[in-house]
């Protein structure tokens, strides 16, 4: 509930002008349940109309993309970037090719980004962006006309002291390659800092493909060793989603001792209780691109079960959802929790509803927000333009290392914004403050823009 007056008269309005943008609402709803516990002190906020600011993205642009299928058919399909804050740095965030992706989810995630990017102590600002398209089951040939026709739009919004747009759920290394050549081509520029997640031999960073996944563990051992005086050692995970972030968060907290006993993807999840083999994993995913019901035909003393969602009914120490928002509502929440749960770490934006958040707090497990846990995939695309702006390329240890320090800072970051508004471990609130604190003083300081 948001009990300062001037929030709810903010959300309230918000609300109004945006009756169909049910994810952007909940995203805002999170963080100003977390900014009354500092906006009393800040009367100069409201004279300013910093919430108001704050909550308007500074463009908006929405496009048409044609493209041709391999039989020669027409589609048309719809674009987004939203570039929501760019008080901090140019904006940041990346790109999602999913059916479900509309202007609201658009706007929460390009929203989340502005705290998320801030919290990494990198000057990046927030955007997002992506597309209804859908991927699956499309040829590498029509993927990249899609791209290509995309890129034809977005090239003109972008550039590395504007907007970097990267991946996201459905745009991985193919896609930044097919988009990277495309606005290459119209611009006759090699701008490496454009786009992010490129591949190794044009600009790409080591370490930025596994670094989402890498960085969730970071984070979360940093909550388990300092708030649960525990570890992953011995710990039974699931971790739901098997893309990007839930291969590589999978990976890194196996080598931290724990065995992950459950993946999903959106049709259903794979049950192993000697471990998900991540070498199969990975074939399946990566290079056939296929369904992870492969997995259970595949490994012997494994099950496949329908529906992603009872992944939650697992047994599980540790739950890591890594696949989309809002994965997790109430009722998966509190079975983890009767099931003797000792931790939830969001490694998917959003990916607790509020029933769920509010489950897990009243029960006192160990919780992150994406905002926070996830952050270390956007700050190494940061790392990636570092590299492209002194045209050196460090070893995957040294990134590595500099991605286990960020998420460390953001932990401190976060515990100490907690302590300081009387809610010591309270990572949902240290994130929001932390986040917000900064961007709000860059932006009192720039004036009415
Ligand atoms: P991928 O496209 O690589 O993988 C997404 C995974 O989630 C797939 O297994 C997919 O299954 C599953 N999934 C997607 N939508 C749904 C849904 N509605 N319900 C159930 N399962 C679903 O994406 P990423 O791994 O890159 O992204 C996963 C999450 O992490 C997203 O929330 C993203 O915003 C976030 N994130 C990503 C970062 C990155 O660097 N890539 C950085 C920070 C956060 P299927 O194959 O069946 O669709
Ligand atoms: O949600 C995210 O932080 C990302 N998809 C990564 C964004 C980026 O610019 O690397």
Known sequence: MIQNEYLQRVYADLEKRNPNEPEFLQAVTEVFESLQYVVDKHPEWEEAALLERFTEPERVIEFRVPWVDDNGKVHVNRGYRVQFNSAIGPYKGGLRFHPSVNLSVIKFLGFEQILKNSLTTLPMGGGKGGSDFDPKGKSDAEVMRFCQSFMTELYRHIGQFTDTPAGDIGVGGREVAYMFGQYKKIVDRFEGGVITGKGLTFGGSLARTEATGFG???????????????????KKVVVSGSGNVAQFCAKKCTEMGATVIAMSDSAGYIYDPNGVNLDVLFDIKQKRRARIKVYADEVPGSEYHEGCKNIWNTVCDIAIP?????????????????????AVFEGANMPLTPGAIAAVQEANLMYSPGKASNAGGVATSGLEMSQNSI????????????????????????YDASVECGRPGDMMLGANVAGFLKVANAMMAQGIV
């Open 391 to 414: 045209r050196m390329n460090w070893t995957f240890e040294e990134v590595d290392e500099k991605l286990e320090k960020i998420m460390k800072d953001i932990f401190k970051a976060c």
């Open 322 to 342: 890594c696949a989309s928002q809002n994965e997790m509502d109430e009722e998966g929440a509190k079975t983890l929790i009767k099931n003797g749960a000792i």
């Open 216 to 234: 969730v563990c970071y984070f979360a051992n940093e909550v388990l060793k300092n708030i649960g005086h525990d570890s992953f050692e011995g």
